[in-house]
Every structure is written in structure tokens, then in C-alpha cells.
């Protein structure tokens, strides 16, 4: 029985669905998959029409409202809004240390988190519009971030579903592999870096100094976790959206206090930067997170640790050799690394289902290049310039291989932009679909 709720302006109602695991053995195990239905308050027993969010990860679940807020200010105009927990994250059945534990050993787990791709969770949605809408309906998608990949993905699976598609800051490469996608991540990565030492001139010996300190003595965090140097890297991930410069300045100008034995690194920081790397909220983001790169048509041979194989390539990221000399200690990004899965506990236990996933091969292709060009569902996308988490040019490439597809190139905002921009960027592209700009 769906449970409803009211917030300021808006009303909510829970749904639960039981859908195959495999969606090639409709008839096997099953799993639950939640979505949160929410409409603006009076317009309950209107006649809109559905907009599906897919958020961004892989392994994120939906946005939490407080109200209208955010971008549901303008999408609650026009649409009642699905928000799905896509399979594995938040309200569906949850797939994390604990509950994998109970499948078996490292193959067993492998096995079972193979279903949890972008082609699984369309096939999800397709599955729950039928049922909520009914045969011969379609809806409207939204894809944020890892949620565009998903809508591509759609696009080439299953497009008599949808009626129009908006995408932000997620259009993939679609015949990139990992090791394309992190050769052209660390060069914008690094000039984030350099935009942050410029707004920040003081972080460069602030930086210097942890990673010194880490290098010879890595710390423990509140969780039992491990603060390696190239842990404290990873706050960088930070440096991709619109306040995250900031933040991390803020996050490292309370690093160090006076203690019994001298100078250490403060409580504050220490619980600072576990917030920012512990992966116990969400960890199908490292699990899965190059494996969303793998299609066999574009390379059979497994992502195997991509990120961690190419930034060899780019030694300016070693950061002990960065102390060696008198160059700034650089963030690393959206990498995920095999010694995330020693020094995280929320991880520890997945490392050996997570090395499987990365010698992986012949993973199912998620786009249909010759369907997208033949594309007749109306689209537009935001495409952040130089984001730091998708590639702009595989963007734009993408883009010019979708009919139909309108594009909007903009500086305004960072990745998440959709988040912050109050409803303006949703509202763009909603007029770009319509031919009104």
C-alpha cells in the first residue's frame, strides 16, 4: 500500500516494485526497487505528465526534497516527478558490505552486482512506467550526471518510452573506454588544481605540509578508516562542483592543532575529510564506477583499474614526488583506485568482488550508435564547459551523433549545476525541447 506525505508545497507517495534482478530471467530472483512520487500540492488529482529523474552516481540515489525546492521549483509546474532509488541505492533493495556479505564469496557478489549497470536500471524504469502509466504510455526523463549516461542508454534500449529527454552534465562518450575517459580526465583535473591554487595561493604549503605528514605518518579516522596521502588526494573529487573550492579551503585551513606531542591533525579535519572519502553512504560508486565505461564493442579486455594504470602517464599526481621538489601536491578527482578498498572499511570488504569487476571483459554494450542517429525523441542537453567529470569534447561528439539532439555549452555552473541553479537550468532546456529558444 503506497504511503503519502505532505511537505511544504508538495506531495509525496512511496512505491515499491519487485523486479527482476536479471532482466534476461524475468522469472528469477527478484529485487525491490523504490521511487518517490511527488506533484505540487492541489494538483494531486491532475492529469500531468510523468518526468522520471535519474540521479547521478553510479550507486547515488535520488534526491531527498525538503518542499519545492531546488529543481523541482520548475519541474513541479508542468510534471508530476518520479524520483527512483535506482536499483541498489537508498530505498531499493541495498547492495553494500552488509547485505553482499549474505550472497557468498567474491564471485558470488561479482555475479550479482553485474546486474546493476545502466542497462539494468532502464530496463527498471521501463518495466515501472507500464506498470505505473500503463502499456502504450510514455513519460519525460531527466538525467543528471551518471543519470545522462542512463538516458542515453534509454535512448538506444527502449525510446518508444519516452515522450522527451533533458540531460545535465552527462553525456558520455559513447565509444570511449575507461582508459580514454581518464586520459583526458587527469589534464582537467589538473587545471582545476591550478584554479584552486590561484584562488587559494595559501593552500599550496597547506597542502604540502599534510601530504608530508601523511607520506610518513597516515591517520586514522573517527571510522577506523585509513588517511593515506593518496587518500588525502581524493579530495579532490570536491573541486568539480560550483562551492567545492571553497569548501575544500575551508576544510583545510582548520587541519592542524597544537597537542600533547606538538603539532597533529585536528578532530575537525579528521571527521572533515571522512565525510568527503568514506564511500558507507554509497559504495556502488567505487564498485561499479568504471565498470559503467565497459561496452564490448569498444574493448574486451576489462577496465582493470584504469584510472590507477593511466595516471602513471601523468606524474605530476605523485604527490610523494611532488614533495621531492618544489611543485604543489595535486587533488586527484573522480578516480576510484584499488587502495580505496584497503583504507576504507565501508570497502574493505568488497575489494575482492571489486578486482573481479575490474578484470571483467565482454560487458554488454549500453549504446546503440546507428539507433541514437536515427534518434526521433526530442532532447536537449546542458554540456558544463570543462567539467571536471565529463568530458566536454566527448560531450559535444556525443552530441553532433544524437538526431535531433539541441545542446546548450555553458560556464554559468559547474557539474552541478542542475542542483544549484534553482530550476534555470532545467527551465532551458524544457524551452530548448519546446523550440522556444
Same mark, same amino acid.
Given at each position: 500500500?503506497? =504511503? ?101 564469496? !567474491?564471485?558470488? $557478489? ?94 599550496? %604549503? ?5 601530504? &608530508? ?29 560550483? =562551492? ?16 600533547? &606531542? ?5 578532530? =575537525?579535519?579528521?571527521?572533515? %575529510? ?6 558507507? $553512504? ?12 565497459? $561496452? ?46 584497503? %583504507?576504507? !572499511? ?34 536537449? %542537453? ?15 561528439? =556525443? ?39
Amino acid at each position: 500500500m503506497s =504511503t503519502s506525505n505532505r511537505l511544504p508545497g508538495i506531495v509525496t507517495t512511496d512505491h515499491v516494485f519487485q523486479l527482476p534482478l536479471d532482466h534476461e530471467a524475468p522469472q528469477g530472483e527478484q529485487i525491490e526497487v523504490y521511487a518517490r512520487e511527488v506533484v505540487a500540492a492541489g494538483r494531486e488529482g491532475e492529469d500531468l505528465p510523468w518526468l522520471l529523474f535519474l540521479q547521478g552516481g553510479p550507486g547515488g540515489k535520488a534526491n531527498r526534497p525538503l518542499g519545492r525546492d531546488g529543481w523541482l521549483v520548475r519541474a513541479l509546474d508542468d510534471y508530476r516527478v518520479l524520483l527512483l532509488d535506482q536499483r541498489g541505492t537508498g530505498r531499493s533493495t541495498p547492495a553494500n558490505r552488509q547485505t553482499l556479505a549474505r550472497r557468498g564469496g !567474491p564471485k558470488e $557478489q561479482a555475479d550479482y552486482l553485474a546486474h546493476f549497470r545502466a542497462d539494468s536500471i532502464v530496463r527498471d524504469a521501463e518495466l515501472i512506467r507500464r506498470r505505473l502509466l500503463g502499456e502504450g504510455s510514455r513519460w519525460s526523463l531527466l538525467g543528471q550526471s551518471f543519470g545522462g549516461f542512463c538516458t542515453l542508454t534509454y535512448l538506444s534500449l527502449a525510446p518508444e518510452g519516452l515522450r522527451e529527454a533533458f540531460v545535465t552534465g552527462g553525456l558520455a562518450g559513447l565509444k570511449a573506454s575507461a582508459d580514454d575517459v581518464y586520459r583526458a580526465a587527469y589534464p582537467r583535473v589538473a587545471r582545476k588544481n591550478a584554479g584552486h591554487y590561484a584562488r587559494y595561493p595559501q593552500d599550496v %604549503a597547506t597542502v604540502r605540509e599534510i601530504a &608530508a605528514h601523511l607520506a610518513e605518518n597516515p591517520a586514522r579516522l573517527p571510522d577506523g578508516g585509513l588517511l593515506t596521502v593518496e587518500a588525502f588526494q581524493a579530495l579532490g573529487l570536491m573541486l568539480g562542483s560550483g =562551492t567545492g573550492s571553497h569548501s575544500l579551503h575551508h576544510l583545510l585551513e582548520e587541519a592542524w592543532v597544537e597537542g600533547v &606531542a606538538g603539532r597533529e591533525l585536528s578532530d =575537525t579535519f579528521l571527521a572533515g %575529510a571522512q565525510a568527503q572519502l568514506s564511500f558507507a $553512504q554509497g559504495p556502488l560508486y567505487a564498485v561499479l564506477h568504471e565498470s559503467i565505461y565497459g $561496452q564490448r564493442s569498444v574493448d574486451r579486455a576489462g577496465t582493470r583499474w584504469a584510472a590507477e594504470r593511466v595516471r602513471a602517464e601523468f606524474p605530476a599526481f605523485d604527490a610523494r614526488r611532488a614533495l621531492s621538489t618544489d611543485q604543489p601536491v595535486l587533488f586527484t578527482g573522480e578516480m576510484i583506485y584499488p587502495a580505496m578498498f584497503e %583504507a576504507d !572499511p565501508a570497502l574493505q570488504p568488497l575489494r575482492e568482488a571489486a578486482e573481479l569487476l575490474a578484470e571483467r571483459g565482454d560487458w554488454p554494450d549500453l549504446y546503440d550508435p546507428a539507433r541514437l542517429a536515427g534518434n526521433t525523441v526530442p532532447v536537449a %542537453a546542458a554540456v558544463y564547459h570543462d567539467d571536471m567529470y565529463v568530458d566536454t569534447a566527448d560531450s559535444l561528439e =556525443t552530441a553532433n551523433a544524437v538526431r535531433g539532439l539541441r545542446v546548450w555549452v555553458t560556464n554559468e555552473w559547474e557539474h552541478d549545476g542542475l542542483r544549484v541553479s534553482g530550476g534555470q537550468v532545467l527551465d532551458r532546456l524544457i524551452k530548448m525541447v519546446r523550440g522556444e529558444l
